[in-house]
């Protein structure tokens, strides 16, 4: 019974802001993902991909269920590029690992891969490269057109000669691991091996035994050295081997690449890219992949031409990965600067692109246009509005809404001419309820319609009491005034007994 323990980590690295690559630590199942064909598509490409894995291998867990659900895999990635044309051409790469029952009834590791995501065994203190990357320039290695360092740095090293999902149907690379307790298998996207050197993978994985730390130490490490990719690493303990563990840990081709098992410990490390420029590459390395399992015959001479190159036979259309990521050279060479080269030369040399383009420039005016439009808008409607008022004595016209809007004040419209006293009490009622109007024409339409209401009664008014003075006048003129008659009657005369005088009566009229 083998017993597993594993770990991972990823990261978008330094440059990129979006994750596509997609890591997979399942029972018994562990997968790294590398997707492509923009933001969305290689997420989704990534997604589909692992989650068909996952579904296809639970039915049947055993070395062909793992090929096949590869199959089943790239099948359900074109089919989603089939179905939405806005994902058409994604695809991506995918290198899993499952823990299986072999033929002779003991646990091994099945290991499947395509494209170039990659998968290496640590062992005994040395790490080696499992998996042969589906590359434009790795193929033409494995022909013999160049030499493995001359690969490494080959622009064709980011075109994929097979990737799951560009077409319906894709061959898989297959192998079986026989490991003993105590070696490590590290599944990883490209975004880790085109910045770490194999010294830099065996340091992290000698010093660090948890795996999950040791994944986080590998993609600190290559964040450290560049980080220009996404990067995605899951590490694979064998805890426990099978009973009897061999004297070495064996890798079997299988499938196509069907070749005589290889000991980890026999495994010639392939040069250096940097150090080892236009050195041969060893016979073990040149057959299919660097461990030499596959049974292709490297091409030469004639054979080979010194144009053309080679594409695997099972794969139909070549992919252009989304990243362009450059390995970090240990030792860049720096070219001295001319003094007299001006500043525009320098970057023009150098390749650095201009800081201010004519895109910089319109997305700027862009993005300097919101704010100045809302500022207009609000402008606009604030002032877009006209209200009557009284201030002191007078009657005044304000432009902009009661109160204001945001920090647009009313403004003054002074020099009606209209007081306060010559508007009749119901208007000035109106008034102070706050009267708007759309226009400044309208505003002071109404306050003259007030102003002559006003008008009106006091002439209506003064035309009254001219009409009543008039009246009195005229009765003043036609009236005469007689004096009533007055009648004097004299008083009685005291008659004495003795004496009779007497006296006449007299009648006196006053005539007014």
């Given amino acids: 019974m083998t017993v597993l323990r594993s770990g991972s980590a990823t990261d978008v690295g330094r440059v990129r802001k979006v994750n596509q690559d997609l890591p997979l630590e399942a029972p018994n199942l562990f997968a790294v993902a590398d997707g492509m064909g923009g933001h969305v598509g290689g997420e989704v490409a990534a997604r589909v991909a692992v989650e068909a894995l996952l579904r296809e291998f639970s039915r049947e867990p055993t070395t062909a269920g793992l090929q096949g659900a590869f199959s089943r895999a790239n099948r359900a990635v074109w089919q989603e590029g089939q179905d939405h044309s806005e994902l058409r051409g994604m695809g991506t790469t995918l290198t899993a690992m499952a823990l299986v029952g072999g033929a002779d009834g003991r646990d091994v590791l099945a290991l499947a891969n395509v494209g170039d995501s990659r998968a290496y065994v640590y062992s005994d203190g040395r790490i080696v490269q499992i998996t042969a990357d589906h590359s434009l320039a790795e193929e033409r290695a494995r022909h013999g057109e160049m030499t493995e360092a001359e690969a490494a740095v080959h622009p064709q090293r980011h075109i994929l000669t097979r990737v799951l999902g560009v077409s319906s149907e894709v061959e898989t690379d297959m192998w079986e691991l026989h490991l003993r307790s105590g070696d490590r298998v590290v599944l990883c996207s490209d975004g880790l091996s085109n910045e770490l050197e194999l010294a830099d993978m065996e340091a992290v994985l000698s010093q660090e035994p948890e795996p999950g730390l040791a994944a986080q130490k590998l993609v600190a490490d290559a964040n450290e050295h560049g980080g220009a990719d996404n990067i995605t690493v899951v590490i694979v303990d064998v805890l426990v081997g099978e009973d009897g563990d061999p004297p070495a840990s064996v890798v079997v081709p299988m499938g196509a690449m069907a070749e005589v098992p290889v000991a980890i410990a026999d495994v010639e490390r392939p040069p250096d890219p940097v150090?080892?420029?236009?050195?041969?590459?060893?016979?073990?390395?040149?057959?299919?992949?660097?461990?030499?399992?596959?049974?292709?015959?490297?091409?030469?001479?004639?054979?080979?031409?010194?144009?053309?190159?080679?594409?695997?036979?099972?794969?139909?259309?070549?992919?252009?990965?989304?990243?362009?990521?450059?390995?970090?050279?240990?030792?860049?060479?720096?070219?001295?600067?001319?003094?007299?080269?001006?500043?525009?030369?320098?970057?023009?040399?150098?390749?650095?692109?201009?800081?201010?383009?004519?895109?910089?420039?319109?997305?700027?005016?862009?993005?300097a246009a919101v704010p100045l439009g809302a500022f207009f808008a609000i402008r606009w409607y604030a002032y877009d509005n006209w209200y009557v008022s009284v201030q002191g004595s007078e009657v005044v016209v304000h432009q902009g809404h009661p109160g204001g809007v945001l920090w647009f004040d009313p403004r003054l419209i002074p020099h009606t001419g209209v007081k306060k006293s010559e508007i009749l009490p119901a208007g000035m009622a109106e008034i102070r309820s706050v009267v708007q109007e759309p226009t400044l024409k309208a505003a002071k339409a109404y306050i003259a319609n007030l102003h002559e209401q006003y008008l009106f009664l006091r002439e209506l008014v003064a035309r009254e009491k001219a009409a009543q003075k008039k009246a009195l006048q005229a009765a003043a003129t036609t009236t005469t005034f007689v004096a009533p008659a007055t009648t004097t009657t004299a008083p009685a005369v005291t008659t004495v007994p003795t004496t009779t005088v007497p006296v006449p009566a007299t009648t006196t009229t006053l005539a007014g």
Avoid: C, M, W, Y
């Fill in 275 to 367: 150090t080892a420029q236009g050195s041969a590459v060893p016979e073990s390395l040149a057959k299919g992949t660097r461990l030499g399992f596959s049974g292709e015959v490297p091409l030469s001479g004639a054979e080979a031409g010194s144009g053309e190159f080679f594409l695997d036979n099972t794969q139909a259309v070549p992919v252009a990965r989304a990243t362009l990521t450059v390995p970090r050279p240990p030792r860049p060479r720096v070219e001295a600067t001319p003094s007299h080269e001006s500043r525009r030369a320098r970057r023009r040399r150098l390749g650095i692109p201009r800081r201010i383009t004519l895109r910089v420039v319109v997305f700027v005016l862009l993005v």
